[in-house]
């Protein structure tokens, strides 16, 4: 025991000496090994095959014109807030300046919607508009008309822009046939068709509960398609108007309105190439149509010139 001491005691040195020499070796191993799985790719492991699938799907929604719901400060939504409490209060003055231009035909359309006394639970989405600094407006609310305790759930479409003072101000979409075709063809995109189609379940579920509302909605529905079809004869226009139907696709894409006229809520949307039964064409330009759209039946009235005979 005593001798392996003296050599234990000789030889110290050596042996610390050669086991420092074989850690160097096992650390210069491990760090070649990290270096080149470092370089490596690692396409086969889910976590990093996941990594890249969320960058990639990051980059395609940064070049997407998605349907964005406003912040409840954002001035979006404080635009359309206070708009609505104009129309409500019949307010023309404040009308007249947060809009571009106010004209006699927007000055009828906020007398027509009298029987709206309040707006509520505003929520406004929106989409980038043809230029910078214009903007395409979603607006949905729940409207407290006269007399009926239920509110009906609507969404208008309005068009936003930037004026020469930075301000932002409603504008006309028919101010332009390019601005126009934008607004229409957005409507085909998926997201404002699955806003248009949660919006109209709303308002059936209201209608189903009130008996009053469903009444005063088919009503005014009514009402616009008998202004709108009357001429000095008293006759309408178009091969349908003796009760048969026909069968059209849309040219491009359309908004179907909840009445004959460019101020209605919005109903749904056609695509081009989509095919909708034509119920009756009318004179001012519309069409009375109906189609299905993801397994719902959707009744409405689209611009006559956006439709044509099916091709076969």
């Not at 929106?126 to 239920?150: H, P, R």
């Not at 149509?289 to 956006?306: K, L, N, S, V």
């Amino acid at each position: 025991m005593d001798d392996f001491r003296e050599w234990l005691s000789d030889n110290l040195r050596y042996i610390l000496l050669g086991l420092a020499v074989i850690l160097l070796l096992i650390i210069a191993f491990f760090a070649i090994k990290l270096i080149r799985g470092i370089g490596a790719p690692k396409t086969s492991e889910p976590e990093t095959q996941a990594v890249t699938e969320t960058a990639t799907e990051a980059t395609k929604d940064d070049t997407e014109n998605k349907l964005v719901k406003e912040a409840a400060d954002s001035e979006l939504q404080k635009l359309v807030e206070q708009y609505y409490t104009a129309v409500a209060a019949q307010d023309y003055d404040t009308l007249q300046s947060i809009s571009e231009s106010f004209t006699d035909e927007d000055k009828k359309k906020v007398e027509n919607a009298s029987a709206i006394e309040s707006y509520n639970n505003i929520a406004v989405y929106s989409k980038k508009g043809l230029t910078d600094g214009t903007y395409i407006v979603y607006a949905y609310c729940d409207a407290k008309i006269t007399g009926i305790e239920t509110m009906a759930p609507r969404l208008e479409e309005l068009y936003v822009l930037t004026n020469a003072d930075g301000k932002l101000v409603f504008g006309d979409t028919d101010s332009s046939q390019e601005l126009q075709d934008y607004v229409l063809k957005m409507q085909t995109d998926a997201d404002i068709q699955a806003l248009v189609k949660d919006v109209n379940g709303l308002l059936d579920a209201a209608m189903q509960k009130d008996a009053d509302l469903a009444s005063y909605v088919e009503a005014q529905k009514n009402n616009q398609n008998t202004d709108s079809t009357q001429t000095g004869d008293g006759d309408t226009s178009g091969d349908t108007a003796n009760g048969d139907t026909t069968t059209m696709q849309a040219t491009t894409g359309v908004n179907v309105r909840a009445e004959a006229s460019a101020d209605a809520a919005i109903n749904g949307s056609l695509y081009a190439g989509m095919q909708v039964e034509v119920l009756e064409n009318l004179d001012n330009g519309w069409s009375h149509i109906r189609y299905t759209a993801d397994g719902t039946t959707i009744e409405g009235y689209a611009m006559t010139q956006y439709l044509e005979a099916v091709q076969n």
